[in-house]
């Protein structure tokens, strides 16, 4: 059986609520052994904790504020961020997941930008890696993470949809990885056509579920189990066997997490 593992799952979301205990049986059955959790903002952190604890040692929490949920009151709910990381740091393997998303408005780029900034300078303070979202917003990460280029700053470009100069310029950033998921499979995706320039040792797999769910499920509700499907295009695409791929992207991300 092939080892993976999903990077970046919201399986503590209400979408999983009815049959969760199940979801996580298909993922085991398929050979995903351990899954990662972003937060996203002061509203789910108490189901994010709570599903992590019910299934301590294969699911782990990261704790961040998510970029669309940064408003003119962000103070209150990254406050609420801060005091979590803080009070239970030796549950979290990351700060996420945290970025700029000017996918449907910039009304609050200003503070997007000042979230971001702040989170990732909590992930070098408690020397946690990163999990970026970037939603039409490539130039302005870049800008943020540069003074960051020579520290120990590292992390993971979450569900990089970018083109062969966007991914120049994410791996210019020597301690990140690749974030990969089902879009790679879609049939008007140009993740294929950039694959090939990402370093093997910097890609790592993940659903962002229940959203992006790869063919031949694509419509339904994604899960953890379905990383498979992303596994074997990835695989196809970089023509490498999934005995190897999956063996590679988990080392991978045991390496960023560390856990």
Not at 6 to 12: E, G, I, M, N
Not at 138 to 154: A, G, H, N, S
Request: proline share 5%; net charge negative.
């Amino acid at each position: 059986m092939l080892r993976m593992i999903d990077t970046h799952s919201h399986l503590f979301t209400e979408e999983f609520d009815a049959d969760r205990a199940e979801v996580l049986k298909r993922a085991k059955e398929e050979g995903v052994n351990r899954i990662y959790m972003p937060n996203i903002d002061e509203t789910t952190i108490d189901r994010l904790l709570q599903v992590c604890e019910d299934n301590s040692g294969y699911c782990f929490p990261m704790m961040g504020l998510h970029p669309t949920s940064v408003n003119e009151n962000f103070e209150i709910a990254l406050q609420q961020v801060r005091q979590c990381l803080e009070v239970h740091r030796e549950k979290f393997v990351a700060v996420g997941e945290i970025g700029i998303d000017l996918y449907w408005d910039d009304t609050f780029l200003q503070q997007q930008l000042e979230v971001f900034d702040r989170q990732v300078g909590w992930a070098l303070e408690l020397n946690l890696p990163i999990v970026v979202h970037c939603r039409k917003a490539i130039q302005y990460i870049y800008k943020v993470l540069l003074p960051y280029k020579d520290t120990e700053l590292r992390g993971i470009f979450h569900s990089f949809t970018g083109d062969p100069e966007e991914a120049e310029l994410m791996l210019q950033f020597e301690r990140f990885m690749i974030g990969v998921n089902g879009i790679v499979t879609f049939k008007k995706s140009t993740i294929p056509a950039v694959l090939p320039q990402i370093p093997f040792e910097r890609i790592v797999l993940e659903t962002d579920s229940p959203y992006l769910t790869p063919v031949p499920h694509r419509g339904e509700r994604n899960e953890s189990s379905y990383i498979c499907y992303t596994l074997m295009k990835v695989a196809e695409v970089l023509g490498r066997l999934p005995e190897e791929m999956a063996a590679q992207t988990t080392d991978n991300a045991m390496r960023m997490f560390a856990t």
